[in-house]
């Protein structure tokens, strides 16, 4: 099963992971996806990997610019 990793528009949660069947619903339509996965325990490594490659370059004590990092230079 296709998991999808997503920002979704003015939301405080950094990312989230969606089952890809489930993408097409109202609920899940304004989510933009940064990257997919092909098993549960793919998408929580590719979190992991996101986040690591976040800090090593940025660093760990500001967050605030996870999310346009994510979906601008993620691309």
């Not at 099963?1 to 989230?16: A, G, Q, R």
């Not at 690591?52 to 691309?75: H, I, M, N, P």
Request: include cysteine; hydrophobic fraction near 45%.
């Amino acid at each position: 099963m296709e998991y999808c990793l997503c920002v979704k528009p003015n939301d405080k949660n950094l990312l989230h992971i969606v089952r890809r069947r489930h993408m097409h619903l109202d609920a899940y339509v304004p989510y933009e996806v940064i990257a997919t996965a092909e098993d549960e325990a793919e998408a929580f490594e590719a979190v992991a990997a996101l986040l690591q490659e976040f800090c090593d370059a940025y660093g760990t004590k500001d967050f605030s610019g996870l999310k346009a990092w994510l979906t601008e230079v993620r691309r």
